[in-house]
């Protein structure tokens, strides 16, 4: 009956999978994968229910959505110990400390030479790992993950912003020099401008760093509160529907930040050759 | 100045550059404990050389790291569990394992959405989207739930690494799939190549110039899968097993030399890339 049921549904939602596909514009674009999001929710929903798998391994959609409702609290107080300290501040601070260095490494080929291999050597580091050693130096508390975070985010923003910089043509520096333009206003007018697109792809990679950074750090030691925390306490007391619960909100939040800083990135870059199509 | 000196130049200078700063960092960093470990008349020369041993310093001197990572990786039997070689093969194959699965499903799925166009409507949005999201989270729960079925070690391990180095993996065969252009398209059709002639002869060299960034990110992100995996049942081996231990017990010189054990692993996973770019190169003759 239920497998029945299920393929069923399988058969059905294949066949308006691919009606759906070969349609063009919006409907075919958006409509198909919002289908298939829903033919899994629902075949995941009815495989639960029907064949009565347990809670402790794999809990339905409604159950998930039961504990986003009960536990609303609790995932608000885990967002600002995570989101609002850890990830929001550690973010900036790598990033900023990141373009700024950038910036300073730019009137030297010499040190640009020498560091920008060590930073893309340690932007292949399971970095992750210093989540320990932060806490020894920097306490339980949110600076410690905060720590993690500067130190994942930094040689992004730095490798991308050096790009960034270099990515001006001869053409466009000889007009600001012709135009009696010092360093700092062929800087702040012409190369950081220019250099924007790079800088936000930083931001945006650095978005989802940050954010794995401030839970997995958690795993190692933190104060009772935080998405980390949550995440490996609840596996352990088999509250899967709150852990499911902790991961949708970590999903929304990365996307949701992701999608922001594209639209913070339109509206700053909106003279840039990839927006103007 | 020769090409190589214009590269190795400045690395040696900032490399010295970081080591004093370690060396200066390690002293202030550990005064305070020596200064209370040593005896009432030590003058602060010898409170300094005393930062330089500590047993359990908060920051190493790079030569006790060193020291350590020497004694933990020859001094004991590979099969013993002081062996950091040990730990460090135990993390090292579950990455592999899962890098191995990651890349046969990945590519599948890659040639799946590149002519199936009902597959690349509906997964290509949630894969990219997946990027954006932090899925390491999911692992402590993939670990313990997979462990109540009967299912511990090895397997969870390697898919979480699998299931992270996944999704590099299918969105740059796919880009590198589509990369050749119509116009090289056409001209196999006037060869009148088939499907599978089209693929073989033009799509599949096409992607490689692709597919190689993304297994070094892939591969990079398989051992911090299987690092991370390690944590939630604390384990007994591996890389991470010896993190978790070293933050118990407050051994910073074992997590340490952990930690430089995962970086070298992840420099030879980059490195192994990089050798089968230059074979594969050399085999097309001088470029990819």
Known sequence: MTVLELLLLAAGGAAGLSLLARREGRLGQVGTPLLFGALVLAAWQIAC???????????????????????????????MQTVAHAVLIGWLLGSGAGLLAAVALDRSAFLRRGVLPLGSLVSAMPIVGIAPIMVMWFGFDWQSKAAVIVVMTFFPMLVNATAGLEATGTMERDLMHSYGAGYWQTLLKLRLPYALPFVFNALKLNSTLALIGGIVAEFFGTPIVGMGFRISTEVARMNLDVVWAEITMAAVVGSASFAALALVERAVTFWHPSFRA | MTRWGRAVLPLAVVLVVVIAVWYAGAAWLNFDVTANLAEDDATTWEILQGTMSQDRPLLPAPHQLVAELFSSVFEHPIDSPKSLIYHASVTAFAAFLGFLIALALGIGLAIGIVHVRTLDRSLMLWIIASQTIPVLAIAPMVVVVLGNIGFTGLLPKSLIAGYLSFFPIVTGMVKGLRSPDPMQRDLMRTYSASGLHLFTMLRWPASMSFLLPSLKVAATLALVGAIVAELPTGAQAGLGARLLSGSYYGQTLQIWAALFMASFLALLAIGVVDLFRLVLIRRRGGRL
């Open chain 1, 49 to 79: 229910v029907e064949f009565e798998i347990p809670r402790v391994l794999l809990p339905a959609p409604s159950a998930v959505a039961a504990a986003i409702v009960r536990s609303l609290p609790i995932l608000a107080a885990d967002f």
